[in-house]
C-alpha cells in the first residue's frame, strides 16, 4: 500500500491527536484520584487520633495533655489542670506523649503540605470544646472535608475551619470537634 511521502497521513495525525487526549484525560483524573486520596487520608487521620483521644477518656477518666496522675501513664513527666479541656500550650504539647505513653498512638505529619495534627478547644458555637486540629491545609480541601462529614459551613457545625471557604489554595486550619 503506498502512503504519501510529504509527512503523516491525516489518520496518523488524528491516531496521535486522540492518543494525546488520552494521556491528558489520564493524567487529570490521576490527580483528582491523588488529591481525593490526600483529603480522605487527613480526613482519616484525624478520626484516628479523635477516637485515641476519646479511648483514653473511656479507660482512665481524664483526657490526654488535661490528667492530672503523676503516677499515670507509665514515663509521664507531665500533669495538666484536669478541668475537662486541652486549654494550655503544654496540655496541647503533652497531649501526644500521655497517648504515645498510654495507647502507643503518635503523630505523624499531615501528607498535605506537611501540616500538623494537634489537640485543644475551641468555641464552636454550643460552648468551648475539644479538637482535632491539622494545619497548613489547603482551604479548598478544608472545605471538601467539612462537606463530607458535616455541614460545608466553617464556622457552624462540628467540623470549622479558621477563615471562610473560598475554594482557594490558601492555607487554613482546620477544627473538628470531639
Ligand atoms: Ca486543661
Ligand atoms: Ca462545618
Same mark, same amino acid.
Given at each position: 500500500? $503506498?502512503? !504519501? ?11 496521535? @491527536?486522540?492518543?494525546? &487526549? ?11 484520584? @491523588? ?8 480526613? $482519616? ?15 482512665? &477518666?481524664?483526657y !490526654? ?5 503523676? $503516677? ?11 478541668? &475537662? ?17 498510654? @495507647? ?5 505529619? $499531615? !501528607?498535605v503540605?506537611?501540616?500538623?495534627? &494537634? ?14 486540629s491539622?494545619?497548613?491545609? !489547603? ?34 486550619? @482546620?477544627?473538628?470537634?470531639?
Amino acid at each position: 500500500m $503506498s502512503r !504519501p511521502d510529504n509527512g503523516f497521513s491525516l489518520i496518523e495525525v488524528a491516531i496521535v @491527536l486522540v492518543v494525546i &487526549g488520552f494521556l491528558i484525560a489520564a493524567v487529570t483524573k490521576g490527580q483528582a484520584i @491523588l488529591y481525593n486520596a490526600r483529603v480522605h487520608r487527613v480526613a $482519616s487521620d484525624m478520626k484516628e487520633y479523635a477516637h485515641a483521644f476519646l479511648l483514653y477518656y473511656d479507660r482512665y &477518666g481524664m483526657y !490526654p495533655g488535661d490528667e492530672n496522675d503523676p $503516677s499515670f501513664p507509665a514515663g509521664d513527666t507531665f500533669n495538666g489542670n484536669h478541668n &475537662g479541656l486541652i486549654d494550655t500550650a503544654d496540655e496541647q504539647a503533652n497531649a501526644w506523649q500521655d497517648l504515645s505513653n498510654a @495507647l502507643g498512638v503518635v503523630r505523624r505529619t $499531615s !501528607p498535605v503540605r506537611g501540616g500538623t495534627y &494537634g489537640f485543644g478547644s475551641r468555641g464552636f458555637g454550643f460552648g468551648t470544646r475539644n479538637h482535632v486540629s491539622v494545619t497548613q491545609l !489547603p482551604n479548598v480541601m478544608a472545605q471538601a472535608i467539612d462537606l463530607k462529614f458535616d455541614d460545608g459551613l466553617y464556622d457552624r457545625g462540628n467540623i470549622q475551619c479558621s477563615a471562610s471557604y473560598d475554594g482557594s489554595d490558601t492555607l487554613v486550619t @482546620l477544627y473538628w470537634r470531639m
